[in-house]
């Protein structure tokens, strides 16, 4: 599938290939194995030796980049407008003939160990991989995206191969492209670039493995020397991104918690977890986010403390709030706050060509809309009573895991 | 090619818009020199904690009644202290920007700076500083710069300041700070996005003519700065998986006229973790590293000109002994044709590509009046990078990042083998 975007005010074009593999599709003893092949396709192909990608798109200026999630792999690049003929080529070549010899496996290997570590130093990303695992049974999506240290350095080269050629094909990728040409002429650009291109025969159904419901709150505590400040996570199960209450959900994020993720911003400040725990000096910063996944996932919380103030007491005034959002509805105003600050922060992430690209993707391939356009009538639909609905059904205790992060002191 | 609108109040307050009409939105950056360059000496932390004060409240509106009125913009906003200067920056529909204006400019010209909001500042910064002890990150970063600026230097603290100077800090010292360092002359306005140079002209007028401050500047007087040899520092993070590694040297100030092949020779060696020789060395032929950049700040002083790299402590030392070997490479002239070129063409050709956002837009203007680059700053900036030589990368390599005077901190797990 194609789609394109005019984006007129900048010299460029922003391409972005999605691909429906990530954790999701993984089973256990080759976790992360999606993430592991997304580093493989910059490492050479039949036509483009290793190296060669890099420094071509170096050579233009590109920003370019590729991550992986529980739902997608995706890779992309914004770049002189000029230079999309020769972004396609490349996209187009890596979707069927990336190499993954041995030894470029081999060398990647140490890499992506090296990212997990990285990864590892920050309190938050332990906690927050602790929690999804509890939280999830049977859904994949228990087991993250990055994989386990050993099983990232057990991956087999033929393993990623097999990976590559089932997943990797036009009849399992989304290509949206925005930027400064007619929409029609993006498009057909990008549609002879990928027409040649072999089709997989062995894609498969999506996976199956829904999640039995749960019957109780779930609860784990992480305690390491890594971190001086304790943490306190709340895990919710939430809905997939093309429910209906998708949307409210946004906006119950942004009621709780502001558009901007916590830290010293001046914005977000009159968000209700802002107030009952920073302002009162419970609370370094606090966050609440609802992702837009295919399946459904989860409705994170999470607060990190200030220095003596006990986790008991943020989580009773964290399920405080949410029970009160649950209950009443937002003030007239606060709620006029709230559906500004979603719809503001909507028109800034499209104002960039990357991120318009980026939010089409996201929305089309979880399904959430079918343009941005229609997610911001999504959005802007919103009424207070589905804020209060949506927090009813999700913040519920059953449903509820929750995380403590403990720190130790140091031997 | 950006096309920016220059205005002028009489209380030397200078604008400049680059307006983008096909757009909503509008990158705001209003920036006061009072960065770090400005602090008092012995002071460092009083900067910061004066502007997230400021955030608390003004003469009119409580900190509660501020937050409303911001979020109900729907504008992103932060006041943050740099090296150079005292960044409030903020992003905000083009139809709200007058009222976006008035709010910061409330801030800017009557904070309330009241005891009990110092208190709360304290009790955040505190907590960050703690929160840093632990993040090796922070830890090589404050680490480096003891090492690197003498105790009387602007840079010797990062922008969070001293933990001593941010528990003692009083509400009359941050109200010293803001009368004399919050003002109007040296400040910029820039705006990017959906609006016009009249609108940003007409609303900055109405909220920031009147803002005046008779104190006078306290000018800091500060020494140049250069390592006589190398010297490294091994910092013990526990319970941590992987090193954080910082190698680095005292910068140039942006207006020395060799900054801009300062840039090419940055991207040259390490700024980008792929294009650069030290990244495609450490990481894609080696796989020491999942991450391998380095930076250049600009200021009027010596910023850090850093390299950083993230590495399992068993490949520590040879993911040192690689990037400072790709460095002395480049100090005897083994700089490949292609890897100049290569350099140049990714510099500027990233100046077409921050176009596509509000925010690059607005970043590069903001560099651009900050410094007095020019009025002509955007048509000859891509010609002086295409101009820097061979040899002029080599000559600042050898000048300015010497391979033999360097200041290195590792911050991590304890190292199998000593540093030195």
Known sequence: MIHALEARHAPVVSLWVWYHVG??????????????????????????????????????????NAFTSEDVTCYFETLPRARYEAALELEADRMRNALISVEETEAERSVIVSERE????DPSFLLGEELQAVAFSRHPYGQGVIGSKDEIKLMPRDGLYGHYRRFYAPNNAYVVVAGDDDAGRLADMAARAFAEVEPSKDIGEPPKAPEPSQHGERRIVVRRAGGSLPIVMLAFRAPRASDPRAPALAALSVALAGTTGGGDGASGRSSRLHRALVEKGLAADVDATFQLMKDPFLFWLDATLRPEVAHAEVERVLLEELDRISRDLLSEEEFARVSRQLLASHAFATDTVTWRAFHCGRLLSTGAASSIAEWYEKLAAVTREQVRDAAAAVFVERFRNVGWFVPEAAD | MIRVERRRLDNGLRIAVAAIPELRSTSVLLAVEAGQWFEPAGHAGVARLTAQTMLRGTATRDAAAWAD???????????????????????????DL???????????????????????????????????????RAVVDRVWRELVYPRDHPFHSPGIGDAAVVREATVDEIRDYHATAIRPDGALLVVAGGTTADAVAEAASRTLRDWRVSAPRTDRATSAVSLPRAVRRA?????KTQCDVLIGWPGIPRDDPRFVAARVTNMVYAAD?????????IRDQLGLAYYVFSGIGSSRGQSPWIVRMGVNPENVRRA???????????????????????????????????????????????????????DDHFERYPKALRSVTKDEVVAI?????????????????PLPEPLA
Request: aromatic share 4%; glycine share 10%; proline share 4%.
């Open chain 1, 23 to 64: 954790g999701r599709n993984e089973v256990p003893g080759t976790t992360g194995m999606s993430h592991f092949l997304e580093h493989m396709l910059f490492k050479g192909t039949t036509s483009h030796p290793k190296g060669d990608l890099d420094r071509l798109l170096a050579r233009y200026g590109a920003q370019w």
């Open chain 1, 118 to 121: 990285g990864l590892e130093n």
């Open chain 2, 69 to 95: 009125a911001i979020d109900a913009l729907g504008a992103v906003a932060r006041l943050d202290i740099g090296a150079h200067a005292a960044v409030f920056s903020a992003q905000c529909l083009g139809t």
């Open chain 2, 98 to 136: 007058a009222a976006l204006l008035e709010l910061m400019a409330e801030t800017l010209r009557t904070p309330a700076l009241e005891a009990a909001d110092l208190e709360f500042v304290r009790g955040q910064t505190l907590a960050q500083l703690e929160r840093d002890e632990r993040d090796t």
């Open chain 2, 235 to 239: 910092e013990i993070v526990p319970d």
């Open chain 2, 273 to 281: 973790t792929f294009a650069s020789r030290a990244g495609n060395v």
């Open chain 2, 320 to 374: 040192i002994d690689v990037a400072l070997d790709e460095l002395r490479k480049i100090t005897v002239g083994e700089v490949a044709d292609d890897d100049l070129a290569l350099a140049k063409d990714k510099l500027v050709g990233e100046l077409d590509v921050a176009l596509e956002s509000p925010g690059g837009v607005a970043s590069m203007v903001l560099e651009a009046e900050l410094f007095g680059l020019g």
């Open chain 2, 397 to 413: 390599a050898r000048s300015c990042i010497p391979p033999d005077r360097y200041a290195l901190v590792v911050a991590g797990p």
